[in-house]
């Protein structure tokens, strides 16, 4: 088997949410926890943290290096081009890709659609990150794979702005849940077990509100166990939405 390489996507300049990536969580950063959670695959041979060449994120390269994972920097503004040299770096065979803005991905879901990939007759996109063909997913416990050689190909070939920002779309796009070449690149998925197949469970660091969600969601599981699995997670959301249901129904 060729090497598997997660590479994580970090930066300090987002949009919506500027500096979230050194966002506290539980006395740490975003980027460590999220890190300190991957790193607990047992199927990946690497684990990069790919983030822009610029001074500002030099503090990203720090926790980094703090979490024992390699880091390379690259282009800012063309994230395909950071995400092939980073695995072109790493002598990957396999991408495994997850957002840093997923702050509680889960590795016995990344293990178990890298196992999936691996076991695939053809090249292609495989996702458990979000839902996929009715899979039952919550958004980010899981990761993408895919292969080089295709990373490679839309390397070489890709000038559209989304896609050299939005590396699923190069493959897929989950807003139509339509892949953009099944021929070249085929699209595959798991069905989520159905203990925790929860869609509506958004587990992203996006905007403010979201990131006072998962502060909380961490203050409150974390000292219990650092390694709090979905199931914990789902059962602390519905407390929250319980709770929240009764502090309006009095107010009513």
Known sequence: MGRV??????????SRLPGKSMMDLAGKPLIHRVLERITQAKLLDEVVLAIPDTSENRVLAEVGEECGVKVFSGSEGNLLDRYYKA?????AEFIVRIPAD???????EI????EHHLGLERAGFTSNLAQIFNSGYPD???????????LEESWMRETQPDKLEHIHLNFFD?????GVDEKWC????????????????VLDVNTQVQYEYMSKLYADLYPKNPNFGILEIIEWHDAQLAKLALERSQVD
Do not use: H, W
């Not at 989950?174 to 339509?178: A, G, L, R, V």
């Not at 085929?186 to 469970?201: G, L, Q």
């Open 5 to 14: 390489v997660a590479i994580i996507q970090a930066r300090m300049g987002s």
């Open 174 to 178: 989950y807003s139509s849940q339509q």
């Open 102 to 108: 997923n702050a509680t991905p889960y590795s016995v």
């Open 87 to 91: 695995a072109l770096e790493s002598d």
């Open 186 to 201: 085929p699209i595959s998925t798991i069905k989520c077990p159905p203990e925790y197949a929860r869609p509506d469970v």
């Open 111 to 114: 293990d178990k659609i890298v």
């Open 140 to 150: 980010g416990i899981g990761a993408e794979v895919f292969d080089f050689s295709l």
